[in-house]
C-alpha cells in the first residue's frame, strides 16, 4: 500500500521546485544577454540629438558612439571640441590633486612681511641690525653709485650662490615633514635653478648676465662666504666689465612658536614670494668703507620694484657682515622667499625682480 504524502510535504516540494526553475530561468536571462547586446542597432549622436532638438542637427559634425566613451570627428572639422584630441580620443580633464599632509607633517602659515598691506602706498622700510643711524630717504636722493659708460654688449650682472643648496618645498606643498633639511644638491630644488631663471630672464631683457651655478656650501657651509668671494674675484677678472653682482639665496622664517612662515604676496593673478635685499657693513670688521654706494644702489632698487610691484620686497636688511659686497657698488644679497615657499612662488617672484631689476639699471646706463 502507497504512501500518500502529507499536505505539507507536497508545499515543501512546490516551494523548493519554484526556486529552482526561477534560478534557471534567471541564468537563462544573463546567459543570453551578450546576444540581445549584438543585436541591437548602433545609436549615433546625431539620432539622439535629432530626438533631443527634432531635426536640427545637420550642421553637427561629430558623431557619439553610445557606450564607447569616444569621439569620432569628421575630416571637415577645424575646432576640436574641449576635451578632445585630433585623435578621437576622449580626454576628461584630470583635476591636480592636492598633496595632503601625513600625521606627523607640520603646516607652513602664508604671511604678507612688507610692513604694508596691497591696498596701502608702498613705503620704503628698512631692518637696520647695525649701529648706525639710517634714513632710506637720504639713500634715495643720492646719485645712482654706478655711473661710469658701460658696454651693453658687454657682461654687466654676475649672479652666484653663496649657499646653492638652499631649497623649496614642492609645488603645491603647504606643509613639510619634521626630518626636512631644506637643502638639496639637485639644482633643479634650490636657488640655483631660480639664478638661471633669472639670468635667462636678464639677458632676454637686453642685460648680459653670467650664471655662476657653483653651490659653494657644498664642501663647508663656515667657509662658503670665502669660496664664494674667490669665485666672484675670478668672475671680475674674466669679466671686468661686470658692475653687479647678486648673490642669490633663500630665506629660513620662523616665529616665535616654531611656526613655519612663508613670505607671500599674489601679484598679476599668481602667488610670489616676497623679496628681501641684504645690504653689508664694515661694522663687524671687514674691509669695507664704501658700503653705503651699496645701500644706495639697494635703495633705488627697493623703489624700483615698490613702483612697480608693490608687495613683493620686504624692508631692507641692514647686516653688520660685508657678504663679500665690496667687490662691486652695485652688489646685493637677494633672499627670494623663505623655507616655505614653493618653487613656483620663487619663479613667479624672480621674473617680476627682473622686470624691476632690468628696468634700474637701463634707466643709468651712459
Known amino acids: 500500500m502507497k504512501r500518500r504524502l502529507t499536505v505539507a510535504q507536497r508545499q515543501a516540494i512546490l516551494k523548493w521546485s519554484c526556486l529552482a526553475l526561477s534560478l534557471l530561468l534567471l541564468i537563462g536571462v544573463f546567459a543570453a544577454i551578450p546576444y540581445i547586446v549584438n543585436a541591437l542597432p548602433n545609436i549615433r549622436g546625431s539620432d539622439i540629438r535629432e530626438v533631443l532638438n527634432g531635426n536640427g542637427a545637420e550642421n553637427e559634425n561629430y558623431d557619439f558612439a553610445f557606450g564607447a ?41 602664508s604671511s604678507n612681511l ?68 631644506f637643502r638639496s644638491l639637485s639644482e633643479e630644488e634650490t636657488v640655483v635653478h631660480i639664478g638661471a631663471v633669472l639670468c635667462e630672464k636678464l639677458n ?40 653687479y653682482v647678486i648673490d642669490l639665496h633663500r ?26 635685499l641684504v645690504v653689508g657693513t664694515n661694522e663687524g670688521g671687514s674691509d669695507h668703507p664704501n658700503w653705503r654706494n651699496n645701500l644706495t644702489f639697494a635703495t633705488h632698487l627697493q623703489q624700483k620694484m615698490n613702483e612697480l610691484y608693490p608687495t613683493l620686497a620686504r624692508p631692507i636688511n641692514l647686516r653688520s657682515a660685508a657678504f663679500n659686497q665690496a667687490l662691486a657698488a652695485g652688489s646685493v644679497l637677494l633672499e627670494v622667499g623663505s623655507c616655505g615657499n614653493t618653487l613656483e612662488e620663487a619663479e613667479n617672484a624672480i621674473l617680476l625682480f627682473a622686470q624691476a631689476y632690468a628696468g634700474l639699471i637701463k634707466e643709468n646706463m651712459k
Request: hydrophobic fraction near 25%; glycine fraction near 6%.
Open 69 to 109: 566613451g569616444e569621439f569620432e570627428l569628421s575630416e571637415e572639422d577645424e575646432n576640436t571640441p574641449p576635451g578632445i584630441d585630433p585623435e578621437g580620443e576622449y580626454e576628461p580633464e584630470s583635476p591636480i590633486p592636492v598633496p595632503k599632509p601625513g600625521e606627523y607633517d607640520l603646516p607652513v602659515m
Open 114 to 181: 612688507s610692513w604694508y598691506d596691497p591696498d596701502e602706498t608702498a613705503t620704503l622700510n628698512i631692518i637696520n641690525r647695525t649701529k648706525f643711524k639710517i634714513e632710506l630717504s637720504d639713500y634715495l636722493e643720492k646719485d645712482f653709485p654706478i655711473n661710469e659708460p658701460m658696454d651693453p654688449d658687454a657682461p654687466l650682472v654676475l649672479i652666484i650662490h653663496t649657499h646653492g643648496s638652499e631649497s623649496y618645498l614642492e609645488n603645491g606643498y603647504e606643509f613639510y615633514s619634521p626630518e626636512e633639511t
Open 204 to 243: 632676454s631683457l637686453g642685460i648680459k648676465t653670467i650664471h655662476d651655478k657653483t653651490m659653494y656650501d657644498q664642501t663647508d657651509f663656515n667657509r662658503s662666504y670665502n669660496y664664494s668671494r674667490e669665485g666672484i674675484k675670478k668672475a671680475l677678472a674674466e669679466y671686468p666689465s661686470i658692475r
Open 251 to 276: 630665506d629660513s622664517v620662523f616665529d616665535s612658536n616654531g611656526n613655519n612662515i612663508k613670505p607671500v604676496t599674489t601679484l598679476n593673478g599668481k602667488k610670489c614670494a616676497q623679496l628681501m
